[in-house]
């Protein structure tokens, strides 16, 4: 159990790293992106500004913890 | 052909960042406690790295496009806004500089305290096996990631591999960390080119359309570029504001 909480503990930091909002913001995104691509709307928009909105946001954070 | 080669080029200079770090680890244990055991430990860690590759790749492959896209730009893009953030953090002095030169001499004073035990040399081989196989990781999500996206994987393998060769012969020649690399901006870099193509892709999967069809990916590329440098001036603002002086650790 413990082997394979550490397993998932390193594929966490891999890839999500020391802000799992960033993460929640582009998944949710793309669902949003998705849905409006689904129902005819060419958002080809959105995740650029929800990236650049996050990236912004957590540097902010991150900026203010340290 | 253009975005092939932007591609090419984000493969490049991972590999390059990656294996530059590697290389002060390997060659601060190979110096100090002998050759034998710990390109062991590297030539172990890369036979891992390849086996990833081959298993995973021709699998990855087999992912219908546009599925492929959404998950593999998503996860690309989560990816590759941390090595922007990181690099815009230290960019601006909320981050220490990788020091190649200062982990050098961290890591051999390391290995001049641990005692040897036995015929083999298990703490170089770890080391050295672990150094290579994390840095090596990174480079093999990109691989995989940039590579079945454009159904280029045995390409970006190739670019990767010989790209880590270069680095390792200018290793073996100057036998020293390669402290002169400018390894932020090339993470810079890398981190606009992966959030770049993450975009793009997991949004083309998601079923928009991109004005300009492949046009739309040097934009993106430099909207992210000014973006990102203006983040790096409002955070020095923010540190002048804040009488900070010091580089944060």
Do not use: C
């Not at chain 1, 993460?23 to 691509?37: D, E, F, M, Q, R």
């Not at chain 2, 036998?175 to 932020?184: I, T, Y």
């Amino acid at each position: 159990m413990t082997l394979l909480r550490r397993f998932a503990a390193f594929w966490y930091d891999f890839v999500i790293g020391d802000d799992w909002t960033v993460a929640v913001v582009v998944v949710a995104s793309l669902i949003l992106t998705a849905l409006a691509a689904h129902h005819g709307k060419n958002w080809f928009w959105l995740m650029p500004v929800a990236v650049i909105g996050t990236l912004g946001v957590s540097l902010r954070r991150l900026s203010r913890r340290r | 052909m253009r975005n092939e080669f932007l591609l090419l080029t984000a493969v490049a200079l991972a590999t390059a960042v990656e294996m530059v770090e590697a290389l002060t680890i390997v060659l601060a244990v190979g110096v100090t406690r002998g050759w034998r055991a710990t390109l062991l430990g590297v030539g172990a860690a890369l036979v891992i790295l390849g086996i990833i590759v081959l298993a995973l790749g021709p699998a990855v492959a087999q992912i219908p496009l546009s599925a492929l896209r959404v998950v593999v730009g998503g996860l690309l893009l989560i990816f590759g806004i941390q090595w922007l953030r990181k690099a815009i953090l230290r960019s601006s002095g909320y981050k220490a500089l990788h020091d190649e030169d200062q982990i050098f001499v961290r890591e051999q004073r390391s290995a001049r305290n641990t005692p040897k035990t036995g015929a083999f040399d298990g703490y170089s081989f770890t080391v050295a096996f672990k150094g290579v196989l994390l840095e090596g990781l990174e480079v093999v999500f990109i691989v995989l990631t940039f590579g079945a996206s454009q159904h280029r994987i045995a390409l970006s393998a190739f670019v990767a591999l010989a790209t880590a060769v270069v680095v390792a012969l200018i290793g073996v020649v100057i036998h020293k960390p390669l402290s002169r690399v400018p390894e932020n901006t090339l993470k810079f870099v890398v981190g606009l080119l992966l959030s770049t193509f993450g975009i793009f892709w997991s949004s083309e999967g998601a079923g928009v359309h991109w004005p300009g069809s492949d046009l739309a990916i040097p934009l993106l590329l430099l909207l992210l570029a000014a973006v990102s440098l203006l983040f790096v001036q409002a955070l020095k603002h923010q540190r002048e504001r804040d009488g900070l002086s010091e580089v944060v650790a």
